[in-house]
Nanobody, 124 residues
Framework: QVQLVESGGGLVQAGGSLRLSCAAS????????MGWFRQAPGNERKFIAA????????DVQDSVKGRFTISRDNAKNTAYLEMNSLKPEDTAVYYC?????????????????WGQGTQVTVSS
């Protein structure tokens, strides 16, 4: 069983930055594909970014490309989502997800494990 714990959310002004962290335990981190999703009130959970086992492959949703960066540190069992130039429409609960599959996917159903979520609020 994999446990995921997100941190780093909070309130930030438009144009600001935040870095979310996702600490994983329970399985060799280097064999987990990691993803980030977000869910705003009344909306479905949406894909943001994913990163492969070794970190050499990333997939980032077009609407955040150039502003958000996904990365991982396998030595620290942690994945990150660096968010810059934040906009009010980025406000949502952000979820970390892990998959045992050796490829990235944009579908929430492709991930076996989920964190509890961290709130990100961007004020205008």
């Amino acid at each position: 069983q994999v446990q995921l714990v997100e941190s780093g959310g909070g309130l930030v002004q438009a144009g600001g930055s935040l870095r979310l962290s996702c600490a994983a335990s329970g399985r060799a981190f280097s064999t987990l594909t990691m993803g980030w999703f977000r869910q705003a009130p009344g909306n479905e959970r949406k894909f943001i970014a994913a990163i492969g086992w070794g970190g050499g492959f990333t997939d980032v949703q077009d609407s955040v490309k150039g502003r958000f960066t996904i990365s991982r540190d396998n030595a620290k069992n942690t994945a990150y989502l660096e968010m810059n130039s934040l906009k009010p429409e980025d406000t949502a609960v952000y979820y970390c997800a892990a998959s045992t599959r050796p490829y990235t996917t944009t579908s929430p159903s492709g991930y076996n494990y989920w964190g509890q979520g961290t709130q990100v609020t961007v004020s205008s």
